[in-house]
């Protein structure tokens, strides 16, 4: 059992940074991916980022190039740094721990969420 507990969102103006952490307990992060997932008010939950075990990284296109993952496996710790925020960005921001990949459906374990608000 992997247990995951976001933190670092809050309310922020456009163009601002930001930067999320994931800390793991419960069990090593191992070989697992870890994700970064998001959720509009009335949308899906659409993939942000995420980072394999050893360091390959993949961002959706809406991300790319703004946003940044990184891991820390002895800290067992992912993090998000977000740059140039939009108000689209708008959202709550879930931590994922699985098998590398956008799908939702590739990870086991899920946080329970921080709020990002960017205010235009």
């Known amino acids: 059992q992997v247990q995951l507990a976001e933190s670092g969102g809050g309310l922020v103006q456009a163009g601002a940074s930001l930067t999320l952490s994931c800390a793991a307990s419960?069990?090593?992060?191992?070989?697992?991916?870890m994700g970064w997932f998001r959720q509009a008010p009335g949308k899906d939950r659409e993939f942000v980022a995420t980072?394999?075990?050893?360091?390959?990284?993949l961002y959706s296109a809406a991300v790319r190039g703004r946003f940044t993952i990184s891991r820390d496996s002895a800290k067992k710790t992912v993090h998000l740094q977000m740059n140039s925020l939009k108000p689209e960005d708008t959202a709550i921001y879930y931590c994922?721990?699985?098998?590398?990949?956008?799908?939702?459906?590739?990870?086991?374990?899920w946080g329970q969420g921080t709020q990002v608000i960017v205010s235009s």
């Open positions: 994922a721990a699985g098998s590398w990949g956008s799908s939702r459906e590739l990870y086991e374990y």
């Open positions: 419960g069990h090593t992060m191992g070989t697992y991916a």
């Open positions: 980072i394999s075990w050893i360091g390959v990284s």
